[in-house]
């Protein structure tokens, strides 16, 4: 099956420093990205996703990229926020089957001041 | 907020007891996805139910089954259970007609097994 492997597990910046979150996933029929952020006592929130015939996607802050050849996606955070700081995961899921995601191990995000 | 409601948020039980975990999907959605999130674990699927029927299995134990109800929402069924079904157990729904796997999560039952 799928296995998605990220890092780092721990992440910490300076507030206004960029933060950058890598997975890679095994299964080349995978087509759907998503990341997710789960702040402490709350259900991951969906904050950006991006399918498999895009190669980069902005929205404000939040950058995410996809290498299918590499089978390589990564998150991107500009100019942090102290709000930033949460666990974020990654996800991968393919056609069928459910379609279920399957998850990365999480990175703990903290932004200093 | 996803529109995604779960009760109960906190759930203490003791071993070998039976819980059941709801939860209603946003306004529209037809698919259901149950996961479980421990420690040691991360976050982990479930099972899936679409209009009413099973359509994926994940890992999930035996002692535990689910089912979706005519009015879409969802229940959640753990059975003689062990301290390690200890988790948070989160449910997700996607809408209708996507074709791609946007999910959205509910705030989660977090199950304390004493």
């Known amino acids: 099956g799928e296995n998605v492997e990220q890092h780092p597990s721990t992440l910490s910046v300076q507030e206004g420093d960029s933060a950058v979150i890598k997975c890679t996933y095994s299964?080349?029929?995978?087509?759907?990205f998503p990341w997710y952020k789960q702040e402490l006592g709350k259900g991951p929130q969906l904050i950006i996703d991006?399918?498999?015939?895009?190669g980069e996607k902005k929205d404000q802050r939040i950058a995410v990229t996809l290498n299918k050849t590499a089978k390589h996606f990564s998150l991107h955070i500009t100019e942090t926020q102290p709000e930033d700081s949460a666990v974020y995961f990654c996800a991968a899921s393919k056609p069928g089957g459910g379609n279920k995601l399957t998850f990365g191990t999480g990175t703990q995000l903290k932004v200093e001041l | 907020d996803s529109g995604v409601t779960q009760t109960p948020k906190h759930l203490i039980t003791a071993t070998g007891q039976r819980v059941t975990l709801r939860c209603s999907p946003r306004s529209g959605d037809l698919s259901v996805y149950w996961y479980q999130q421990s420690l040691d674990q991360g976050l982990q699927f479930l099972i899936q139910y679409y209009n009413g029927e099973e359509r994926a299995k994940g890992n999930i134990l035996e002692r535990f089954s689910a089912q979706q109800f005519p009015d879409l929402h969802s229940e959640l069924n753990l059975s003689s259970l062990e301290l390690g079904d200890s988790a948070l157990y989160f449910c997700?729904?996607?809408?209708?007609?996507?074709?791609?796997?946007?999910?959205?999560f509910g705030p989660g039952t977090r199950l304390t097994v004493l």
């Open positions: 991006i399918r498999s015939n895009v």
């Open positions: 997700a729904s996607r809408a209708p007609g996507t074709g791609y796997n946007e999910q959205f």
């Open positions: 299964d080349s029929a995978s087509n759907y």
